[in-house]
């Protein structure tokens, strides 16, 4: 079992690895791949804060979350 797992992640590897090399082809650096990645994650984090900080809110006023949306000019796709 070890060893498929190892197997597999080899695969992972080189798959990522063509990746990396098909977008640095396309002009993409690898430092600036990984300032998106992070830029990404920050979005996230304040994403997830925002929905958090949105429910609370939602439960205080006795309100859904959607309510809140349109109430603050928020699309509620993002």
């Known amino acids: 079992m070890l060893e498929q797992d190892v197997a597999r992640l ?3 590897e080189a798959s990522l690895d ?3 090399a098909q977008l640095e082809a396309e002009g993409y650096s690898l430092a600036e ?7 990404l994650h920050e979005y996230n ?3 997830d804060t ?10 205080l ?4 979350t959607k309510d809140l949306y349109s109430e603050f000019g928020l699309d509620f796709e993002d």
């Open 10 to 12: 080899k695969e992972k």
């Open 18 to 20: 063509k990746e990396i």
């Open 33 to 39: 791949l990984e300032e998106h990645i992070s830029l």
């Open 45 to 47: 984090e304040l994403k």
């Open 50 to 59: 925002g929905q958090m900080l949105l429910g609370r809110l939602a439960i």
């Open 61 to 64: 006023r006795g309100v859904t």
